[in-house]
């Protein structure tokens, strides 16, 4: 009879949890067909001196192809994040790079540099999957100095995005931000 009761008990239990709806603050139930991929937005903060003080907006941007600029005296950090409450989020990915040129009166030089990939996955728990998921902040260094006796010329940097849902859906977008003189 102890047996019995035992497992009527871990049957019960395994039936609340396995059939109750998603209910964390980042859950959806995953559905059955979903046609839409994860929207991406991209939040770029940036902080600026002006001269009554530091002032700083967190500004978010949706879309294919988001450009933005910033002054070489700006700070500024992006993140990424992918969004879906049909099917939930599986996976995001971020990368990118800059290009930067300065010049003299004899030539120009040219550097360039990556950021290296963030990616984040989080398999989905049972029929419930994650609403959303982001990848860290990465700082674009946009007042890097140029070798001495070279001035600033311009600069740029370019940031990609993809996320996946859980029924496959996919989505992609570029960030390009412009460094003004």
């Known amino acids: 009879m102890k047996n019995r009761s035992l497992g009527l008990l871990l049957g019960a239990t395994f039936w609340l949890f396995a059939c109750s709806p998603c209910t964390g603050p980042n859950q959806v139930h995953i559905a059955a067909t979903d046609a839409t991929p994860p929207e991406l937005t991209w939040y770029v903060i940036q902080k600026s001196m002006t001269p009554s003080g530091p002032i700083s907006a967190i500004t978010p941007y949706t879309g294919a192809a988001v450009n933005v600029s910033a002054s070489r005296t700006d700070s500024i950090w992006v993140y990424l994040v992918a969004r879906d409450p049909e099917s939930g989020v599986f996976d995001i990915t971020m990368s990118g790079g800059f290009g930067m040129t300065c010049s003299s009166g004899t030539g120009a030089i040219a550097l360039d540099g990556i950021i290296p990939e963030q990616y984040r996955s989080l398999s989905p728990a049972g029929s419930c999957g994650s609403l959303q998921i982001e990848v860290d902040r990465a700082l674009l260094d946009v007042g890097i100095a140029c070798p001495a006796g070279n001035?600033?010329?311009?600069?740029?940097?370019?940031?990609?995005?993809?996320?996946?849902?859980?029924?496959?859906?996919?989505?992609?977008?570029?960030?390009?931000?412009?460094?003004?003189?």
Do not use: I
């Open 151 to 181: 001035t600033f010329a311009n600069m740029g940097f370019g940031m990609s995005g993809r996320a996946a849902n859980n029924k496959g859906g996919e989505a992609t977008s570029t960030l390009s931000l412009t460094v003004n003189p």
